[in-house]
């Protein structure tokens, strides 16, 4: 199979799959949740998603582990200060790139 093909059958598959998620609750859920669990749960569920998937490709990310540690624990520590997006995120690629480049001249 060529690489076109395999690109189109890839995108076709995640359209439907993509599709059938956003549609099912609204074909099986036809009066409004009343549940405050069930709320609740589908409420925190993208967050608890994305953390699944960022998170470990975070520690994969950096050439050396404590270095992207480091950046983690920058991260995590500004964002508990509620700083912007950006401020997160460059301040926690300055944390790596300071730690990879004091671990390579040890």
């Known amino acids: 199979m ?3 093909l ?3 059958i890839s995108v076709a598959v995640m359209a439907l799959v993509t ?3 956003r549609m099912l609750p609204l074909a099986a859920f036809r009066r409004k949740i009343k549940s405050k669990f069930v709320m609740n749960f589908l409420y925190y569920v993208p967050y608890a998603v994305l953390a699944a998937m960022t998170i470990p490709a975070v ?3 950096a050439e050396m ?3 992207a540690i480091v950046g983690f624990a920058v991260a995590v520590t500004l964002s508990l200060f509620e700083r912007g997006l ?3 995120a460059v301040c926690a690629c300055g944390g790596v790139f ?3 480049l004091i671990m390579r001249l040890l």
């Open 2 to 4: 060529n690489n076109t």
């Open 6 to 8: 395999y690109l189109f």
């Open 19 to 21: 599709y059938l998620i």
């Open 59 to 61: 520690f994969y990310s």
């Open 65 to 67: 582990l404590p270095a």
């Open 86 to 88: 950006m401020t997160v």
């Open 98 to 100: 300071i730690t990879e």
